[in-house]
């Protein structure tokens, strides 16, 4: 396989009110374009802030478009079951127009169950309410008829192959397979009872091997991984923000009903599948995992080490500079990010 092209990933979850929590975002995803980059994901949540700060992707991802020029900009994720799938589909569209064709959607069943009821669903409803809502975007996506004779306007041009599907299971995996889309694996998942030692292959190999099984002749795979990576000039600093935050996050997946195992921070790291570090230990610890090789793609985000602004911006450099070439992964040519930064007037040097 060949190296994997490389994508940085925010929960939008910086330490700060809605409005600066978007400019630090926005800041984060530029930084990462200057680095080469390819690809910005963000997740979309609703209502609570401790999970994520953005409810609405795609009016993000257009500022984003205006304060970019090369990186591509995807959802990840759509909560589907919540959302009009012709609104959807109209506002995917547009944020792709606005974007150059920069724009992939990406979608997901969500998870977090007191964000159903205000929609008028219960998490029960999730699944049957993804596969409809599913059918009824992807056909307006292909121009298909979508009710009394109207099709989607503007036309989808070539988003409908620029589809992901996120998912836990082989099942989800088939789904995605099936219809020819992106897979989007998640940076850590609940372990079996019987096993909660195992390793994240363990559970996200089988995902990849229903989904390229399910894969159409011809379809190209398009797999990515993403990781929780936090890279750092010094361990130290590292470590004292994983103290914090990924004890925040155990007691979070606990408080959920999963078993997270161990209380020390080494025992969390391992627990939580993070990798975080100096560039070298960073490297060695992907290195070591498996998935990563059968990865199209690998997304690599802070949470749930969530450091502040300043450490995340250098992360990103770290990894991009140093972790990604000693893996073999290639960042996009950066002598092309720069002149896409040079040439916008948003890029400016005092606020870089």
Do not use: C
């Amino acid at each position: 396989m060949t190296a994997p092209t490389l994508a940085f990933f925010t929960r939008l979850l910086d330490e700060a009110p809605p409005a600066q929590r978007y400019r630090l975002a926005t800041d984060q995803i530029r930084h990462a374009e200057r680095f080469g980059i390819e690809r910005a994901w963000v997740a979309q949540h609703h209502f609570h802030a401790s999970e994520g700060g953005l409810p609405s992707p795609f009016v993000f991802l257009a500022h984003a478009a205006a304060a970019t020029s090369e990186i591509r900009l995807g959802t990840g994720v759509v909560t589907l079951p919540l959302e009009d799938p012709v609104r959807v589909a109209e506002d995917a569209v547009v944020a792709d127009l606005l974007s150059g064709g920069r724009l992939d959607l990406g979608l997901g069943s969500g998870g977090t169950p007191a964000s159903f009821p205000p929609f008028g669903l219960t998490v029960a409803d999730k699944t049957v309410a993804y596969e409809a809502k599913l059918q009824t975007l992807l056909a307006a996506l292909e121009g298909r008829e979508i009710g009394a004779g109207n099709t989607l306007y503007p036309d989808a041009g070539t988003l409908a192959q620029r589809v992901w599907q996120a998912t836990f299971s082989a099942s989800g995996g088939t789904r995605a397979g099936v219809h020819g889309h992106g897979l989007l694996l998640s940076r850590t998942q609940p372990r079996p009872a019987d096993d909660l030692h195992a390793s994240l292959a363990a559970i996200q190999d089988p995902i990849i091997d229903a989904y390229l099984e399910a894969l159409p002749a011809g379809a190209p795979p398009r797999v990515t991984a993403s990781r929780t990576v936090f890279v750092a000039d010094d361990r130290a600093d590292a470590l004292r923000f994983a103290e914090v935050g990924l004890r925040r996050a155990a007691d979070g997946f606990r408080r959920g009903g999963q078993t997270i195992p161990g209380d020390t921070i080494d025992e969390l790291i391992v627990a939580l599948d993070t990798h975080l570090g100096t560039p070298e230990e960073v490297a060695e610890s992907l290195a070591a995992d498996a998935t990563l090789a059968r990865a199209d793609e690998v997304a690599f985000q802070v949470h749930s080490v969530d450091a502040p602004h300043e450490f995340v911006l250098r992360s990103i450099e770290l990894f991009a500079t140093e972790v990604a070439p000693s893996l073999g992964w290639a960042t996009r040519d950066r002598s092309l990010a720069a002149a896409g930064a040079a040439s916008d007037p948003s890029l400016r040097k005092d606020d870089a």
